[in-house]
Structures are given as C-alpha cells and as structure tokens.
C-alpha cells in the first residue's frame, strides 16, 4: 500500500506538469529532477536499500515503456522523465497503471483530435489507398506521405484521467486507516 505522503507528491507532481504541459508543451526538468530525487529520498530514508531499489525499479518500469514513443515522436522526453518522477515516488506496479490508462486515454483522445481535423479524411483516403497498394506488393510512389501539420495534445491531458482511473482501482487506499 502506497503512504499517503507518495499519493500526494504523486498528486502534485501531476498536477504541476498537467499546468506546465497544457500552457506550454513542455515540462520542465527542474520538475522531474525535483520529484525523482524527492521518491528516491523519501524510499530510502524509510527503507533503505530495499527502498532505494524499490525507488529505482520505478523508474526503469516509468522510463523504458516510453522510451519507444519517444523514439517514434509519439511523446516527448518531459512525459518520458514525468513517469521516471512518477515511478521514483510510488514504485513500479502502480506507474506502470498509470501509464497504461494514460496510453488509453491518449488514444482515445488521438482519435477525437484526428477526426476533428478537417484533413480526416484524406489522412484515411492515403492510408487506406497505401495499404492497398502495398498489399498487392505494389509501389505506393504515387502517394505522398502528409506532411505533420502539427496535430497534437499535451500528453498530460491524458495523464491524469489516467492516474485518477489507476487511483480508483487501487485495492486500498492510503488514507483509509
């Protein structure tokens, strides 16, 4: 069972690169760096090695799920290192939650973005005319890719219904006793 003082850093973590994310598509390192020292602190200081551990097991769990998104430019490296503060301050099984219903969330909210575009669909028209041709191992020369026109959203906006729909479904929650 996670301490009540790891969900409200966790809290406030969220809650900040939610603001930072939304108003400016970015969230700072200051923030990140502040939060994974805070988790990694905190679990040593109450368990020591074993804590320490626990604390770094998170951020591998937050970090290497996302480093692919990354690469893909699906995320940026503040939401990779968001989950890296996240996993230092409540461990591997709930970050990875986290991530999970945020992946979900992001997804859904992909497509709402997508479909509101006036560009839908010719987006569909050239997807679905290029996996025709390259289904009959043709040559898609014909067809240029789109270029990016800057369709995106904070990822955080995905984040937190994630980490409150994670919340919810905790077996127990801290401040119950």
Known sequence: MMAPIEVVLAALLI???????????????KLTLS???????????????SGAAFSLLGVL????????????????AGDVK?????????????????LMYSILYGG???IVVLVMNQTFAKRLM???????????????DGFTPLKKDGLRFPFMIAVVPGAITACCFMREW???G
């Open 82 to 98: 968001l989950f890296g503060a996240l996993g230092a301050l409540v461990g591997a099984a709930f970050s990875l939650q986290v």
């Open 126 to 140: 050239v997807f679905t005319v290029s996996l025709l041709a390259l289904s009959r191992n043709l040559h898609a």
């Open 174 to 176: 801290p401040f119950n």
């Open 15 to 29: 809650g900040i690169a939610f603001v930072c994310d939304v108003r400016a598509m970015r969230i700072p390192n």
């Open 35 to 49: 939060f994974f020292s805070a988790g990694l602190i905190y679990h040593l200081s109450s368990d020591g090695l």
């Open 61 to 76: 769990a937050g970090v290497f799920p996302l480093l692919a998104l990354y690469l893909l430019k699906g995320i940026g």
């Open 108 to 110: 859904l909210f992909g």
